[in-house]
């Protein structure tokens, strides 16, 4: 995606988030995924960590927020584009003036918006339902950290989006994608209680940046070092990967033309 | 001055079979068709199932690439200038898809209106007046699930209007609609053709054919076989007349019998529940009915009428009676 678009289509991605959102939330499986499915995931998490102190739960709200953002990435932007195809507006959207890019950056702005609400509901169920008190060690950082963060997601799911443009049959793949990228970013423990030779793999991935500010500005030594280094490869990442998906989104659409996969077969 | 040029085009779909010795199949939707339309033109593709006519408006809205040919859309190309000649045109594909159902009808507008870069300040009025040109005023506000299929397809007509386009493809746009909702639709069609909008019309059929087109191309197995304006194209069959048989229950073998007849130019069937009508086009005329009454012996024969023929019979003949 050109960077400058995202400027100068900033009305057209408000409003494809907007609506995105109005249409999502029609939906009883968009709402289980967002909130109910984070929840499952905090309370398990919680149970099992739970006598090991408030900085444990923190470190959980902020892990099942970031398992939230991603799954509403990987199954909700992913499955929309499956969705719009099925429903005949994908071939609708392609044919406006408004480059395809831009509608998924709307479209995944609003999933992550949405996700959000995942970390929040989390962050409730462990001061209400498990009585911990939880505070942020630099809230501040912290919300800067949430920004950038969803910067870097939307990024990172723009790079996923053409594949589902080109293949109608990549959704058996998700699952497959949904777990390694909870643990090698390290959402909900550490990767250093990984092997050795994953390291680099979780390195280049923008949600693994993203879990080391939102950790470190929530719950750990709130280190300014740390979480530049954090912030400047989740900026560095989301730039490399607005690089490829421009390139990716030109490539993908041009061969869903030739191949004809804008319509269900 | 032409608004579309359509120069040698082809297009070929190809799907991979088996798993272990894989093989491509081809199938040419497509194959070397050229014509072209007149600015304000209403132009009509006709044709039968799987003839190419989607294939056709798909490439001209830019959803497809051609495998060979160009197309031109007011001069730009449609392959290297696709984003500029979706600013220009709007399309309609028949039947309901296309919406988001869990959304009202006026927020599918707001958004495409989005999309279509209509300035915010001109769509607060021009949904407001689609929604009334399309006969929709007062149901804005309902989630579209709740429409009946003719309200979905004038909700597709106000939305492809949305960002007032100069040129329109509608693909079979009165498909599946009572015959009330096509007249309307109808209607409509007519009211954007007096505002000098070139518009391709794809239609299963003749009468609408016949009443809206200026010129037609009739379209078979991916090939123009004819195009001409609708008086020229009944000209195809000025020396025949057209005998019409209800029978009921006649087998296969005996259609194919009468078709076999020396004096039988084209024959088509239409199903009508239990009846089938048998439109048999001769030059005889009715001198032909005692010979067809004789292959049809021992079947029961309902009403036989011997007339002139239409559009339609053009068309039966020109794509072999087929349909």
Redesign the interface.
Known sequence: MKFRNIFVYWRTILRVAEITLRHQWNDSFILFSILVQPMIIAVLALFMLRGLGGDYAMFVVVGSGLTGLWSSLLFISGNSINGERWQGTLESLVSTPTPFEVIVFGKNLANVIQSLLSMTASYLLASLLFGYTLQLVAPLLFIGSVLLSIFAFISFGLIIAPLFIMYRGIQQWQNAMEFPVYILAGFLFPIAMLPGWTTPISYILPPYWAARALHETSTGGADLEKIMLAWGMMLFFSVIDLLIASRLFKVMLYKARVDATLETE | MNSIEVSHLRRV??STIGVIRRSIKEIVAVDDISFDIKEGELFGLLGPNGAGKTTTV?VL?????PDAGTVRVRGLDIVKDA?EV??I?G?I?G?E???????SAI?NL???A????VD?DVSKKRIPYLLDLVGLEGRGNERVQGYSRGMKQRLHVA?TLLHDPDILFLDEPTIGLDPVGAREFRGVIRNLQSENKTILLTTHYMFEADSLCERIAVIDQGRIVALDTPSALKEHVSDLSVVEVETFGVPEATVNAIRSLRFVDALSVEEQGQRQRLLIQTPLGAEAVPDVMAALDGLRVGRVTVREPTLEDAYVRLVGGKE
Do not use: V
Not at chain 2, 61 to 65: D, F, K, P, V
Not at chain 2, 97 to 103: I, P, V
């Open positions: 779909y190809r798909k809205a830019t959803l497809l690439i984003q979706r600013k045109i399309f594909f039947g898809r296309g919406l988001y159902w869990r959304l927020d707001r958004y495409f989005s999309l279509y870069h915010p939305r």
